[in-house]
Nanobody
Framework: QVQLQESGPGLVKPSQTLSLTCTVSGGSITTNYYYWSWIRQPPGKGLEWMGA???????YYSPSLKSRTSISRDTSKNQFTLQLSSVTPEDTAVYYC?????????????????RGQGTQVTVSS
């Protein structure tokens, strides 16, 4: 059974870079044909797909976040990492890592995805 677990700081200062790691167990991040994604949910809002790294290592980003987002992986540790630069309080959200089957995800794709439990990140000075 595949499980995902997010880790990283819960508080980030404005203008800094947010960095989160997702550790995957029960399956390999190089397995065809999944997209290992980062999703977030700001308070009172819906889920927002941020980007993904595919089984092949290719990366895909939401156009609205592309200039600030970088996703990488460490296959030896079966982990993938999110970096979001120049954060503002509007980046405050619960951040999830997830395994998706297609991009961009639809609402039903979110429901079918395997996700971590999520981690709260607050951007504040």
């Amino acid at each position: 059974q595949v499980q995902l677990q997010e880790s990283g700081p819960g508080l980030v200062k404005p203008s800094q870079t947010l960095s989160l790691t997702c550790t995957v167990s029960g399956g390999s991040i190089t397995t065809n044909y999944y997209y290992w994604s980062w999703i977030r949910q700001p308070p009172g809002k819906g889920l927002e797909w941020m980007g993904a790294i595919a089984y092949s290592g290719s990366t895909y980003y939401s156009p609205s976040l592309k200039s600030r987002t970088s996703i990488s992986r460490d296959t030896s540790k079966n982990q993938f990492t999110l970096q979001l630069s120049s954060v503002t309080p509007e980046d405050t959200a619960v951040y999830y890592c997830a395994r998706l089957k297609r991009l961009p995800p639809s609402d039903s794709d979110y429901g079918a995805a395997i996700r971590g439990q999520g981690t709260q990140v607050t951007v504040s000075s």
